[in-house]
Each structure stands twice: as C-alpha cells, then as structure tokens.
Nanobody, 115 residues
Framework: QVQLVESGGGLVQPGGSLRLSCAASGYIFSMNTMSWYRQAPGKERELVAAISGGDSTNYADSVKGRFTISRDNAKNTVYLQMNSLKPEDTAVYSC?????????WGQGTQVTVSS
C-alpha cells in the first residue's frame, strides 16, 4: 500500500525559508518520479517541482531559483527546500507519485507566508 506523508509546513515571514519532507512507503521509491504540487485557496492545483528516479528535475517558472527538490533514496524521502518565500507561495503543498498507473497523494501540509 503506497503511503506518502508530508511534514515541515508552517508560518514563515516573507523572505524566509522552509523545508518540506515527504516520506514514502509501499513501493520502490528509487525508481519513481516524485512531485510536489500546491493549491492556494480559490486556485487550481499546480505542479511546483518534480524529480525523476535519475535525479532529473524540473520546476514551475514561479519558483525557479528559489525552490530546490531533492531525494534521499536510502530514507525513501523527497524534500522541497523553499527559500526567499513570498506571500503568493501560500498554499497547501502535497507530494505525489504515480505507481502502477495510479496517482497517489499525501495529505498535504500548509505553508503560509505572511508578516
């Protein structure tokens, strides 16, 4: 059974940093692309960043140069380091993966950027 559990969200001031973690279980983590999505109130969910099993990465234009996605296959964990946070980064962040043709989601973690 695939499980994804996020942690690390919270309240941070503009310009601050947070690191999100997503612990995965129930499948071969190292082979799967892992993604971070976010959804702000009243907006559609958007892809923030993704990292393949071969460590190729891609980012939304809005976070390039500020966010970094990484993975630790020994810990079955993917991270999202978020720097220079802006109020418009406020959203629920969720990690996701596709396994056996089915997309799985974590429960999400709230990130609020406010002074």
């Amino acid at each position: 059974q695939v499980q994804l559990v996020e942690s690390g969200g919270g309240l941070v001031q503009p310009g601050g940093s947070l690191r999100l973690s997503c612990a995965a279980s129930g499948y071969i983590f190292s082979m799967n692309t892992m993604s971070w999505y976010r959804q702000a109130p009243g907006k559609e969910r958007e892809l923030v960043a993704a990292i393949s099993g071969g460590d190729s990465t891609n980012y939304a234009d809005s976070v390039k140069g500020r966010f970094t996605i990484s993975r630790d296959n020994a810990k079955n964990t993917v991270y999202l380091q978020m720097n220079s946070l802006k109020p418009e980064d406020t959203a629920v962040y969720s990690c996701s993966t596709v396994y056996n043709s089915r997309r799985y989601w974590g429960q999400g973690t709230q990130v609020t950027v406010s002074s």
